[in-house]
């Protein structure tokens, strides 16, 4: 054998093994690393045997609503600054909510924030905890509600004393909200309630028995105040006397003292109460809402019995229903909620085994019975007020190319390639130059449409915003509940920082129901009850960001309304504390609204006649002011169009009629409400005409360039603008104070 031919045989037989022991070596090595890696990860995941988050109340999530995310934390390791994100999934990228959160060693540290509903369908979110290196401590995996409620439902949580004391409403409250609404309930435990009203404005009533009032902190029971008077309805239930004395908090919403326990006989009284509910007006709803608790038949055994009660002599309260001179369930108002007490045990026998039961617990919150049974309900249409307020703050610097012109635009561009480039290149006899004269169009007309974009779209810096603000009276204070809209127009590729440094505030993006495609990018740190934001806005384009706030301070007008005489007449009396001298407000009173008054100047007490007939029917006011709202609120959504909808939008009317959506008439001969399907989708408590019928008249004041806290932006736009509404609920008959 040629020696020349064999030691390249014998180098590849060499070779592959010292190759193979490199290779392992690198595995091995790999291995290692990873093996290390991996082993301190789970080290350190041991660390935190407990990473526990909960979304919505009980796992029950309201449509176009808030709702509080709440959050434990166990950490068995070293003391560490942990980062906690918040993020919904859902929405394909959205506001990052961060919370920075210290974890001393051997602590349970529990925390709670306010979420916001933006889509209709496919609420997802999850949950991750970092390190101060930002590590990944631990994580969840997708959390989805237990299930959804449609904004027109009704939700009541509950504290009971046990959880055999839950209580239920008729029906099925799990079927999907995209069906049609229902009366749902959610269990709460008492250290999980929120300590931030705006995590509760999700929840229509709180049920709580007196045993477990004494478990809330003063952090909680100030937020259950401040949701209270906000509309709230508070069900207390009252096992003894010591669990009422022995809260202050509990004690001062009682309308009188407690006294003795004494048993009475049931009777026919709780039938003849659940027969006898009212038939509040509905809106394009059933003729006989209530028809099904009039069906309702007596259950013997439980009319034959007793129930224990406590003693009460109510002051300045009503009675709604009482055995033998007896009260047991009596109702007051605070300030625009209700309290109502019930002066026994509704856990106790014999209500626990009562059949009619969950009937009961409908006919005290004043559930209509379409909410309860499957017969024909209001419109729950999917137009978002939202999109309207959004159409009046956007930027009137971007400007939209009519359809037409885009169609002539390519029919210009489609003849030039096409038919002239052949003619004029066949008549100079140089077809083959098309090969160039082709890119020269494109390039021809990209600059165009660049140019014509530009001139469309380029601007200015601008921050708009537009307040609907409720001044609820707290003693010689006001509290206000506000929602802050603000338009940010962006002429480059920029990042802006917001903040919400008010008592209690939360930031959010537009409702956008079924159709999400499109949300705010960027990330919320959350401070306390407050947090710093930066936002990403794409050139050129207008986003819309939502704060919710609560906020203490001056009473900005204050207002008393007493009748005159005998007949229906009434008589405002209003002074102006805060607010501009001349600004425009309406009254809203019953079923009209009155207009074409004038705010008197700083310190002056204006007196106003309110007849009877005066004004306009609040159903006309609220039917010709929106009568644009549909079309602007979906011209914003559209590439291309006319902006004429969105200008013709008057902040005074648009702003009032928005707080009345509710006296809308949907069945009218109208293309664009039978169109549209009618009524609105109000977010929060933006509507508030159910106020109308509980004896309450709402005076309305809009203020231009004015609002009572500061704004969200914490940058100097070119171009900006303010504006408020103010509203105040004013009882009837009810001194000035």
């Known amino acids: 054998m040629n020696p020349f031919e064999a030691h390249p045989i014998?180098?590849?037989?060499?070779?592959?093994?010292?190759?193979?022991?490199?290779?392992?070596?690198?595995?091995?090595?790999?291995?290692?690393?990873?093996?290390?890696?991996?082993?301190?990860?789970?080290?350190?995941?041991?660390?935190?045997?407990?990473?526990?988050?909960?979304?919505?109340?009980?796992?029950?999530?309201?449509?176009?609503?808030?709702?509080?995310?709440?959050?434990?934390?166990?950490?068995?390791?070293?003391?560490?600054?942990?980062?906690?994100?918040?993020?919904?999934?859902?929405?394909?990228?959205?506001?990052?909510?961060?919370?920075?959160?210290?974890?001393?060693?051997?602590?349970?540290?529990?925390?709670?924030?306010?979420?916001?509903?933006?889509?209709?369908?496919?609420?997802?979110?999850?949950?991750?905890?970092?390190?101060?290196?930002?590590?990944?401590?631990?994580?969840?995996?997708?959390?989805?509600?237990?299930?959804?409620?449609?904004?027109?439902?009704?939700?009541?949580?509950?504290?009971?004393?046990?959880?055999?004391?839950?209580?239920?409403?008729?029906?099925?409250?799990?079927?999907?909200?995209?069906?049609r609404p229902v009366a749902a309930t959610a269990r709460l435990q008492p250290e999980a309630v929120p300590d931030n009203?705006?995590?509760?404005?999700?929840?229509?009533?709180?049920?709580?028995?007196?045993?477990?009032?004494?478990?809330?902190?003063?952090?909680?029971?100030?937020?259950?105040?401040?949701?209270?008077?906000?509309?709230?309805?508070?069900?207390?239930?009252?096992?003894?006397?010591?669990?009422?004395n022995g809260v202050p908090w509990l004690k001062g919403l009682l309308p009188g003292s407690l006294g003795s326990v004494r048993t009475v006989e049931i009777g026919n009284h709780f039938d003849?109460?659940?027969?006898?509910?009212?038939?509040?007006?509905?809106?394009?709803?059933?003729?006989?809402?209530?028809?099904?608790?009039?069906?309702?038949?007596?259950?013997?055994?439980?009319?034959?019995?007793?129930?224990?009660?406590?003693?009460?002599?109510?002051?300045?309260?009503?009675?709604?229903?009482?055995?033998?001179?007896?009260?047991?369930?009596?109702?007051?108002?605070?300030?625009?909620?209700?309290?109502?007490?019930?002066?026994?045990?509704?856990?106790?026998?014999?209500?626990?085994?009562?059949?009619?039961?969950?009937?009961?617990?409908?006919?005290?919150?004043?559930?209509?019975?379409?909410?309860?049974?499957?017969?024909?309900?209001?419109?729950?249409?999917?137009?978002?007020?939202?999109?309207?307020?959004?159409?009046?703050?956007?930027?009137?610097?971007?400007?939209k190319l009519p359809v037409s012109a885009l169609l002539g635009l390519l029919v210009v561009y489609l003849l030039v390639i096409g038919p002239f480039d052949q003619w004029w290149l066949k008549r100079i006899n140089r077809q083959m130059l098309t090969w160039i004269t082709f890119p020269c169009y494109v390039v021809l007309f990209s600059v165009l449409i660049y140019v014509i974009g530009y001139k469309?779209?380029?601007?200015?810096?601008?921050?708009?915003?537009?307040q609907f603000v409720d001044v609820i009276p707290k003693g010689s204070q006001a509290e206000l509940h506000g929602t802050t809209y603000g338009s940010l127009y962006s002429p480059v590729n920029a990042r802006y920082e917001l903040a919400g440094e008010q008592k209690y505030a939360a930031l959010r993006g537009e409702y956008l129901g079924a159709a999400a495609n499109r949300s705010i990018d960027g990330h919320a740190v959350l401070k306390a009850d407050q947090y710093d934001a930066v936002v990403d806005v794409p050139v050129w384009t207008s986003q819309v960001f939502i704060g919710q706030w609560v906020d203490d301070g001056p009473m900005p007008y204050t207002a008393s309304i007493k009748r005159k005489d005998v007949s229906n007449d009434f008589e405002l009396a209003i002074t102006n504390r805060e607010l501009p001298a001349d600004a425009p407000f309406r009254v809203a009173l019953g079923g009209r609204i009155y207009n074409d008054f004038k705010m008197p100047a700083?310190?002056?007490?204006?007196?106003?006649?309110?007849?009877?007939?005066?004004?306009?029917?609040?159903?006309?006011?609220?039917?010709?002011?929106?009568?644009?709202?549909?079309?602007?609120?979906?011209?914003?959504?559209?590439?291309?169009?006319?902006?004429?909808?969105?200008?013709s939008l008057r902040p005074p009317d648009a702003t009032m009629a928005i707080s009345l959506a509710g006296a809308m008439e949907i069945n009218q001969n109208n293309n664009n409400y039978n169109y549209y399907g009618g009524r609105f989708l109000t977010p929060g408590h933006l509507e508030i005409s159910d106020l109308l019928r509980d004896d309450f008249a709402v005076v309305m004041v809009w203020c231009e360039n004015y609002a009572p806290v500061k704004p969200m932006n914490q940058f100097r736009p070119r171009r900006s603008s303010r504006g408020a509404l103010m509203r105040l609920a004013v009882p009837l008959n009810s001194p000035e104070k």
Not at 52 to 80: H, L
Not at 279 to 288: K, L, R
Not at 323 to 339: E, K, N, T
Not at 457 to 464: Q, T, V
Request: with cysteine; net charge negative.
């Open 10 to 179: 014998q180098a590849q037989q060499a070779s592959p093994p010292s190759c193979a022991r490199t290779l392992a070596r690198l595995l091995c090595l790999l291995m290692i690393v990873l093996g290390a890696s991996t082993a301190g990860a789970q080290s350190f995941s041991k660390d935190i045997p407990q990473f526990d988050v909960f979304a919505g109340f009980d796992g029950v999530i309201p449509e176009s609503d808030w709702f509080p995310v709440t959050c434990e934390v166990r950490n068995e390791g070293p003391t560490f600054l942990g980062t906690f994100e918040f993020h919904d999934n859902a929405m394909g990228g959205g506001l990052l909510r961060e919370l920075q959160i210290e974890l001393p060693t051997g602590t349970l540290k529990r925390f709670s924030f306010p979420m916001f509903t933006t889509t209709r369908y496919g609420s997802q979110y999850s949950a991750t905890l970092r390190d101060e290196k930002g590590r990944v401590i631990a994580q969840t995996g997708t959390l989805q509600p237990r299930f959804h409620i449609s904004w027109q439902s009704y939700l009541m949580a509950a504290i009971p004393s046990s959880a055999a004391g839950m209580p239920t409403f008729p029906g099925d409250p799990s079927r999907s909200y995209s069906s």
């Open 197 to 244: 009203p705006i995590s509760l404005e999700g929840m229509d009533a709180l049920y709580l028995n007196s045993q477990r009032a004494v478990d809330l902190k003063e952090p909680q029971t100030e937020a259950l105040m401040s949701w209270l008077h906000d509309g709230g309805h508070l069900i207390v239930g009252v096992d003894a006397v010591v669990d009422v």
């Open 272 to 399: 003849d109460w659940l027969r006898d509910m009212p038939d509040a007006p509905v809106n394009g709803g059933p003729v006989n809402p209530n028809q099904i608790y009039r069906n309702l038949r007596a259950e013997t055994p439980f009319d034959e019995a007793s129930i224990r009660t406590i003693a009460l002599t109510p002051v300045n309260a009503d009675v709604e229903l009482a055995i033998d001179g007896a009260p047991l369930i009596v109702s007051q108002r605070q300030g625009r909620g209700c309290v109502t007490f019930l002066l026994f045990n509704p856990e106790q026998e014999p209500l626990r085994s009562w059949k009619l039961r969950p009937f009961f617990w409908a006919r005290l919150n004043k559930i209509p019975g379409y909410l309860l049974q499957d017969q024909s309900v209001p419109n729950q249409g999917y137009t978002g007020v939202d999109g309207v307020v959004g159409a009046m703050v956007d930027s009137k610097q971007v400007r």
């Open 456 to 466: 469309l779209r380029a601007g200015e810096s601008e921050w708009n915003e537009m």
């Open 602 to 647: 700083k310190g002056a007490t204006a007196t106003f006649a309110l007849p009877q007939g005066g004004g306009v029917r609040i159903a006309d006011f609220v039917n010709s002011a929106s009568r644009e709202f549909y079309a602007a609120a979906n011209q914003r959504n559209q590439g291309f169009g006319s902006d004429t909808a969105r200008f």
